[in-house]
């Protein structure tokens, strides 16, 4: 029985609700000078935070001050840490290609060895 129910029913058209919308001049104008003048008793009181109207951009400027605050790129110094690194293990590579387990021997003599210099002024 449901398989003729799907060949039997038709589309709906589709249905909107349209709210239309008056303007009032007279009534925009009034608004405009109730909000002008309380600005300017709030100014006189000295409570006043902005000019009706006038809007300021939140986003002018919001890039740059964003970046000024993010983290610096990589520095110099980092890039010499990660190039004596790779440099490092290149040569000890190259070393247990050419003479084997020794080479592997001497990076306990190393690291000891860096870790000491490292830590030495603390």
Do not use: C
Not at 1 to 14: D, E, G, R, V, Y
Not at 75 to 97: D, K, Q, S
């Amino acid at each position: 029985m449901k398989i003729f129910s799907l060949f039997t029913k038709a589309p709906n058209h589709q249905r909107f609700s349209y709210n239309p919308r008056f303007y009032d001049a007279q009534k925009e104008e009034m608004e405009e000078r109730e909000r002008r003048i309380k600005f300017d008793l709030d100014r006189e009181r000295g409570t006043a935070k902005e000019e009706p109207g006038q809007y300021r951009s939140r986003i002018a400027g919001s890039f740059q001050a964003a970046r000024k605050r993010s983290k610096p790129s990589i520095g110099a110094n980092a890039t010499m840490v990660r190039l004596g690194i790779l440099l490092f293990l290149v040569v000890l590579i190259i070393a247990f290609l050419e003479w084997g387990k020794p080479a592997l021997y001497s990076l306990f003599l190393v690291i000891p060895v860096y870790l000491y210099l490292k830590f030495k002024g603390n």
